[in-house]
Nanobody, 126 residues
Framework: QVQLVEPGGGSVQAGGSLRLSCEVS????????MAWFRQAPGKGRDFVAA????????YYADSVKGRFTISGDNAKNTVALQMNSLKPEDTAVYYC???????????????????WGQGTQVTVSS
């Protein structure tokens, strides 16, 4: 079983930056990819970014490309999301997720990720 813990989150004004982190424990060696998803109030859970655990290849949603950076340290079993140039529409609960399921590229569907962190609130004020 894989456990994910997400310290961090917080509030910032538009244009500011935040860094989220996720600590992986349990059976991290079975992980194919890690991802961040977010869920705004009254909306579904959307893909933000993903990273493959072996090659550290990265993938981004168009809405965050160029502003967010996902990074991983598979020796320390941590993954981070650096968020720059934040906008009010980035306000959401952010979730770290992992999957052992291997595809050509990491899935962008929440349903392909069986392991989830507890979520952390990110609030961007205008």
């Amino acid at each position: 079983q894989v456990q994910l813990v997400e310290p961090g989150g917080g509030s910032v004004q538009a244009g500011g930056s935040l860094r989220l982190s996720c600590e992986v424990s349990g059976r991290p060696f079975s992980t194919y990819a890690m991802a961040w998803f977010r869920q705004a109030p009254g909306k579904g859970r959307d893909f933000v970014a993903a990273i493959t655990w072996s090659s550290l290849s990265t993938y981004y949603a168009d809405s965050v490309k160029g502003r967010f950076t996902i990074s991983g340290d598979n020796a320390k079993n941590t993954v981070a999301l650096q968020m720059n140039s934040l906008k009010p529409e980035d306000t959401a609960v952010y979730y770290c997720a992992s999957t052992p399921y291997r595809y050509q590229h990491p899935s962008r569907s929440q349903y392909d990720y069986p392991y989830w962190g507890q979520g952390t609130q990110v609030t961007v004020s205008s």
